[in-house]
């Protein structure tokens, strides 16, 4: 990164004459940049290692939107921006090359903008996807030399002459889109632990599906902090779709389980759930990480299989934790929904959560358990959040120093209104 140095304001604007004045603007302008360039090495460093374990937000974008006090839309920018230009690191620590690395080395210098950077990923992104890597790079390397010293116009005309040198043909016609069928699910592991969901709805089911959703889709409000829902609207929907499914499967009729939250066994060593640190294994097909097991194990939403140093199992769901349907009827009279400062979600819609956790040797009684929602019950597992009990017997919680420096003590209000 080229060293800048910030320049010194004339103590009366007024005074300054016109190339002072666009002296002065030359240098702000490439301070501002050379800033936002180092911001975006940041990002992709908190985007490396994950933001859920750094901070316990799902995202990079709705972490750094919380803490500019920016829209998910306008944080997803800068994060998108910045991943573009800087190197990162798979799960494995294996390096990802940035996708636009010319592009990158110049807005590191101060030599052009978000605007500019911008427009060439947006270029870029339109390269047929059989193009080889060699051509591709070449590509980027043309327009972000180009851009150092070019306006828009010149950038658009340079990016019209590679598309075309690279796709001569343009885009093949799309065939016919068939017919659609009446219902079709279809669900698929991926290699990275997710699970994709694809499918195609009938009017009615749709229409259906469409109403559950937005139900449990409306956006969380402003908290007593100031702070607003961020989540995107497809966010919000994959949370809905979860708390929709909870609410089945704890349904007495339910066929397999009984009204029980327990889903699947997870298989995991002692000392990595109390640390949280490792992995467990979910039902022999897959892993998940020791902080989501330990979450899970809150609320019997996993049934643990937990082994000692020499894999001899230790306990296979113990049923003395399991929350009695008289304590969670007691916890929905107490905390009457989530407990989190702000939160509105209903009862049905939480988890209990254990406050000191039942592998820490924490008992399943009412002064040890608090209702979370879902999006809470991650944040206080995965997050720097803290939760008590007081001494009127009311859940309290404490926030982190990089949103309250005081760590002042919060409840929530809402339930109580």
């Not at 995202?59 to 994060?79: I, M, N, Y």
């Amino acid at each position: 990164m080229s060293e800048t140095f910030l320049p010194e304001l004339p103590q009366e604007l007024w005074r300054a004459g016109k190339l002072e004045l666009a002296h002065g603007v030359q240098q702000f302008l490439q301070l501002m940049r050379v800033a936002s360039a180092a911001l975006g090495q940041f990002l992709a460093e908190v985007e490396s290692r994950g933001s859920k374990d750094l901070y316990g937000y799902g995202s990079t974008a709705a972490w750094f939107a919380d803490v500019a006090g920016l829209s998910r839309g306008e944080a997803q920018s800068v994060v998108k921006r910045a991943i573009a230009l800087n190197s990162t690191r798979a799960l494995d620590g294996t390096e990802v090359p940035a996708f636009a690395p010319t592009v990158g080395a110049a807005a590191a210098e101060g030599m052009i903008g978000d605007e500019r950077i911008d427009q060439i990923l947006e270029i870029l992104a339109k390269i047929p996807s059989d193009t080889s890597v060699e051509d591709r790079e070449s590509a980027e390397k043309i327009l972000g030399n180009l851009a150092r010293g070019a306006g828009p116009r010149q950038v658009t005309k340079a990016a019209e002459d590679i598309l075309g040198w690279l796709d001569p043909d343009g885009n093949e016609p799309k065939d016919p889109e068939p017919k659609q069928p009446r219902r079709e699910i279809t669900i698929e592991r991926r290699r990275d632990g997710f699970w994709k969901l694809t499918g195609l709805l009938d009017d009615e089911l749709g229409a259906r599906t469409a109403a559950a959703l937005e139900a449990y889709a409306k956006p969380r409000p402003v908290d007593e902090f100031g702070q607003a829902d961020l989540r995107m609207k497809c966010e919000r929907q994959g949370d809905a779709w979860a708390e929709l499914l909870d609410l089945a499967i704890a349904c007495p009729d339910q066929p397999g389980t009984s009204g029980y939250r327990t889903l699947v066994h997870v298989t995991i060593g002692l000392e990595e759930l109390k640390s949280g640190i490792g992995k467990a294994c979910l039902d022999f097909v897959g892993t998940m990480t020791a902080r989501e097991a330990r979450m899970a194990a809150c609320d019997c939403l996993m049934l643990p299989v937990v082994l000692n140093a020499a894999g001899e199992p230790l306990d296979v769901g113990r049923l003395r934790r399991f929350v009695t349907p008289g304590q969670r009827r007691a916890l929905n009279i107490r905390d009457r929904g989530c407990a989190f400062p702000g939160c509105h979600r209903k009862p049905k819609n939480c988890h209990a959560h254990h406050i000191h956790h039942w592998a820490d040797g924490g008992p399943t009684d009412l002064r040890n358990l608090v209702l979370l929602c879902g999006f809470h019950h991650r944040l206080i597992h995965h997050g720097d959040w803290q939760v008590r009990m007081a001494a009127d017997g009311l859940p309290e919680f404490i926030p982190p120093q990089y949103l309250d420096p005081l760590q002042r003590i919060r409840r929530n209000t809402f339930h109580r209104a």
